[in-house]
Every structure is written in C-alpha cells, then in structure tokens.
T-cell receptor, first 115, second 111 residues
C-alpha cells in the first residue's frame, strides 16, 4: 500500500531531551512537510523540503531541526530549545508531477507529550 | 486581514440539512485551493480540490469566488458521518508547493 507513515504514534519527552519523529513515504513524492497542530488551532508549518538534501524553514522552525538524506524520509527532531513541544505533529508530502502539484497528503501524526 | 480565515463554528445541523462553509483568503495571486476533512485526533484528509469552474463530488460542491477572494464548500443531505472539522488550504504567496491552512470549521450533524 502506498502512503505516509509516522512513528511513534505517541511520544513522551523529558525536560532537556531531544526527540526524533519519523516520517516515511512510498508515494515517490518530491516534497515533504512538517506541521504542528495545537488544540483548536490550524496547522503551522515547521519545515519543508522540495528536494533531497535541501530544506527550508517554515513559520515556526525555532527549536526544531530536520534532515532530508533520502527522498522517502524526512525526520523531525524536537530539541530541548523548543520550550512548548506538546502538540500533534503531522507530516505531509506532495508530488511535483501531480497535476494539482500542491495537493498534500498527510501521515497519521505523532502526539508529543512532555513529562 | 489574516491569510486564510474560517468561521470556527460549530455548525450544528440536523441530518438531511444542507450546510455551507466559506473560507476567505488574502492573497489575490493564489492559484491552488483545497478542502480537507479532519476527524477528531486524526490527520487531515483531502476532501476535494477547488477549481475555477467549481467542482462537485456527490453531495459535496466546492466553488471559488476570485472577485471576493473566498472558496466555499456546500454539503447536501448531511449525514451523521459528515461530522468533522473542515479545513481550507490555499497556496502560499511566492512559495511553490506550500499551503496555508485555515483553523477549520467544525460541523456537527445531529439525528
């Protein structure tokens, strides 16, 4: 089955700890995105990548880091510098070859909680 | 004016009702528009893209009004299963592939 997977489904972070959220897609999509969603809020863009080995900051990149070493994978690290990391994290991807090339498809998300 | 705005609702409607949501956007150069559906504690799922000529998929109709800079979603014959939050998305100014999402409109369909 083609799709986007995220792991883990739930993640607990201790104070001062870095944690990494996984995002993998087998849709052969070029672009990948990370969003954060807080209760009752819309999606806010953290980082995005249009091509392997390149990525750009979104609206709320502070306290986060990413890498894009493979087309299929776009992991997000929530660093200790992110003071309010509790949120629902969503990964998405889109294809430059899709006629509606900006259509984004989402993974199931990871809920991050601070202990 | 916010880049993308939606009435948060909730819209409480009886089964079988027709309900419409609007989403306003500020960038007159936007070219791509989408409606997503998000169930509680789940990821957003694409409902439909919005084309200049409007488009229809079963009970759902999406339209674009460029002059007034809004998109709309019409749901006819509402079902209990339509209860969800509906997010609109518009492509971001000057950045191909990036979307800005509204905060969503919550719909609750009652028996």
């Amino acid at each position: 089955d083609g799709g986007i997977t995220q792991s883990p489904k739930y993640l607990f972070r201790k104070e001062g700890q870095n944690v990494t959220l996984s995002c993998e897609q087998n849709l052969n999509h070029d672009a990948m995105y990370w969003y954060r969603q807080d209760p009752g809020q819309g999606l806010r863009l953290i980082y995005y990548s249009q091509i392997v080995n390149d990525f750009q900051k979104g609206d709320i990149a502070e306290g986060y880091s990413v890498s894009r070493e493979k087309k299929e994978s776009f992991p997000l690290t929530v660093t200790s510098a992110q003071k309010n990391p509790t949120a629902f994290y969503l990964c998405a991807s889109s294809s430059a070859r899709d006629r509606r090339q900006e259509t984004q498809y989402f993974g199931p998300g990871t809920r991050l909680l601070v202990l | 004016r916010k880049e993308v705005e939606q009435d948060p609702g909730p819209f409480n409607v009886p089964e079988g009702a027709t309900v419409a949501f609007n989403c306003t956007y500020s960038n007159s150069a936007s070219q791509s528009f989408f409606w997503y559906r998000q169930d509680c504690r789940k990821e957003p799922k694409l409902l439909m893209s919005v084309y200049s000529s409007g488009n229809e998929d079963g009970r759902f109709t999406a339209q674009l009004n460029r002059a007034s800079q809004y998109i709309s979603l019409l749901i006819r014959d509402s079902k209990l299963s339509d209860s969800a939050t509906y997010l609109c998305a518009v492509n971001r100014r000057g950045s191909q592939g990036n979307l800005i999402f509204g905060k969503g409109t919550k719909l609750s369909v009652k028996p």
